[in-house]
Every structure is written in structure tokens, then in C-alpha cells.
């Protein structure tokens, strides 16, 4: 990959579970669910041997127990996950200063320019998986190619325990046949709004010129246009500092009655929420809930608090700022994001660590 950066997508596989099964080893090669139990709850995360029988992250605990009757449950210990995150943080660190982390388990880093001068990213991503195993008894995938979207692309072809690589000679392949969800900024709403043109994968993506993407879909149109040619300029920052952490969901039948939205909060966006503040290791001092009507008006309401919002009561707040004005249409989306975030490791005047109760 002469003349192009040499990225690296490193993804420990199956994360919070695979830990569990470390520490216990009477876990291993069995079904583990980390968060929830058989009666309530959210898995957090789902082993291997759970996801064959389709137990996910996010996915009641309830419906997981369905799906896999013997299923194990486990409570998450974040602080253990955070531990070995670090030790993980530490072999990145020693290849290169340009390490991004996305979470507890994944980060990018540009090894173009390393400390051990080594040319092949390749050899480099193998090095720190067996690293990380020595030192972790982890199991970790990776994916390298000359740009970020690219890498993490390929980090999913061989998990767990392996990686890929994607150079540009077998990028605008690769990108043809790749189905269009899977590209950075096309979730689930605007992948079917694409499919509305008869667009299902890379290749019919790229027979659209870039007046009509604009025109069609605005700013994006122009992200869309480059990344299908394998354009994505974006640079590993290892000092990226995030401006907000959230979810939102788009519905497929819209939200009416406010208990039922209220519900909707409570077991579903709210569990993914806290998992992914859990997951940066952050929190913050403004809650914001959004609101998008069946007439695709948006609108937000927000509370910001003189110390950080602890996760013990941010459901009383969503639902206060619910109740803030009256809901004047049917809802297709909902969202509730935290700003002005504070790392984890830096004082916390309230004393309390984010912790969910599963």
C-alpha cells in the first residue's frame, strides 16, 4: 500500500462475554449472556455460542432466554472491561501515537509512520493480536486498508480471531458488491430510501452521478458519492474529543399514546444508552431528548444540570422533558443524547461511576 496510509482496525471479539469466560472458566464454549436475567433486563453483550442461536446486544434478556433456553446470565462488571481495555490500550500505544479509541473494545490506528518502522500494516495488525492474547487471553480481529471505513470493513470479514486487508487495487471491487447498509452514514432509513432507487449495493449506488446524489440527498450526497469510489479522507485523532453521545430509533409503525412512548424509552433506547456511555467511559451535565414527528418536523428539548446527570436518574428526566409540552403529531423517531461530556477519569464531584442495573 505504497503511497497510501496504512490503517488498522483492531476489534476484540465478542468483548464483555469473552471476559467472563476468561475469568470463569466454567463458561467457556457455553452460551453467556452479559446483563439481564431469564425475567427482565437487556443483554449487554452475547457470547459466540449465544449468537448462533440469534441472542444480540441490545436484545431484551427475555427474548434472548426464548431464543437460547440455556442461556447464562451474567451481571457486567465494567470496571474489569475497562481494566484489560487499558492493558489493550497500552500494545496499541507501543506501535503508534495515532491510536483512536471508539470504545472499550475497538480502536483505529495509523501505523503508516510507526515506532518500530516496520512496513507491512499487515504484519503490524498480527503482532498485536498476539499480543493481546499473551497478555489478555483474548482473542481479538482486525482489518487494514488505506482508509478508516475501509479497515473496520474488514475487521467483520474474518471474526472472530482473524483479520483481512483491502488494498486499493481490490477496493472499488470489494465496494461494488458491498450491500449498502453497510456503508459509514447509511443506516436502516436511508438504506431503504436508497432502495427506493434501486439501490441495494455499492455497484448500483455508483451509476448515480453526483448532481442527482446532491440533489436527492442533499450534503450527504456528496459523502455517498466518494465513499463508494473508496474516498474517505478522515484521519485517526487520538485526541478526538466527542461533543455528545446518544441512539435514536426510527420506528416502523408511528408512536402515538405516551405511555407507549414512555415505555418505548424505558426498555429500549434507554438500555442502549446507557450501554453506550458505559462502553466511553463518560458522562455529562445536559440530557437531551429528540422528536421527530410523522411530518419529518424535528424538535429537542434539553435539561442541563450544574453537575454531571447520573444514569440513576436520567429516565425521570427523559420523561420530564416528555411532559415539557404537549406531542402535537405522531412520533417516527426518538433520541436521547448527553453533551458536555467528562471522561470518566477525571473528577466526578457527584462520587458516583455510571452503573447500570441489569
Not at 129 to 138: A, V
Amino acid at each position: 500500500m505504497e503511497n497510501y496510509r496504512k490503517i488498522i482496525h483492531v476489534d476484540m471479539d465478542a468483548f464483555f462475554a469473552s471476559v467472563e469466560q476468561l475469568d470463569h472458566p466454567e463458561y467457556k464454549n457455553k452460551p453467556l449472556a452479559v446483563g439481564g436475567n431469564k425475567e427482565r433486563g437487556v443483554v449487554a453483550a452475547a457470547s459466540y455460542e449465544a449468537r448462533k442461536f440469534g441472542v444480540r446486544s441490545a436484545m431484551s434478556s427475555k427474548l434472548a432466554a426464548l431464543k437460547c433456553p440455556n442461556l447464562i446470565f451474567v451481571p457486567p462488571r465494567f470496571e474489569r472491561y475497562k481494566e484489560i481495555s487499558q492493558v489493550i490500550r497500552k500494545i496499541f500505544l507501543s506501535y503508534t501515537d495515532l491510536v483512536e479509541p471508539l470504545s472499550l473494545d475497538e480502536a483505529f490506528l495509523d501505523v503508516t509512520i510507526n515506532h518500530f518502522g516496520l512496513p507491512s500494516a499487515t504484519l503490524i495488525a498480527k503482532e498485536i493480536r498476539q499480543k493481546i492474547k499473551e497478555e489478555t487471553g483474548l482473542n481479538a480481529s482486525a482489518g487494514i486498508s488505506y482508509n478508516k471505513f475501509l479497515a473496520k470493513i474488514a475487521s467483520d470479514l474474518n471474526k472472530p480471531n482473524g483479520q483481512a486487508l483491502i488494498t486499493p487495487e481490490k477496493a472499488e471491487a470489494f465496494l461494488e458488491k458491498l450491500p449498502i447498509e453497510k456503508f459509514f452514514g447509511i443506516g436502516k432509513v436511508m438504506a431503504k430510501k436508497m432502495n427506493g432507487f434501486g439501490i441495494y449495493y455499492g455497484y448500483d449506488l455508483k451509476q448515480y452521478s453526483l448532481p442527482f446524489l446532491t440533489s436527492r440527498f442533499g450534503k450527504s450526497g456528496l459523502h455517498f458519492y466518494q465513499i463508494v469510489r473508496g474516498i474517505h479522507e478522515s484521519e485517526v485523532k487520538p485526541n478526538r474529543i466527542r461533543k455528545s453521545l446518544g441512539v435514536e430509533h426510527t420506528f416502523e409503525k408511528d408512536l402515538i399514546a405516551t405511555s407507549e412512548i414512555k415505555a418505548t424509552l424505558k426498555d429500549k433506547l434507554l438500555p442502549e444508552f446507557y450501554r453506550r456511555l458505559e462502553g466511553n467511559s463518560a458522562y455529562g451535565r445536559t440530557l437531551t431528548l429528540k422528536i421527530k414527528y410523522n411530518d419529518f418536523t424535528l424538535h429537542t428539548r434539553s435539561k442541563t444540570l450544574l453537575s454531571p446527570i447520573l444514569i440513576s436518574s436520567m429516565e425521570n428526566i427523559v420523561n420530564e422533558l416528555l411532559d415539557q409540552e404537549p406531542l402535537i403529531l405522531p412520533i417516527r423517531l426518538l433520541g436521547v443524547s448527553l453533551s458536555n461530556l467528562i471522561s470518566k477519569d477525571q473528577d466526578n464531584p457527584s462520587g458516583e461511576q455510571l452503573k447500570i442495573d441489569y
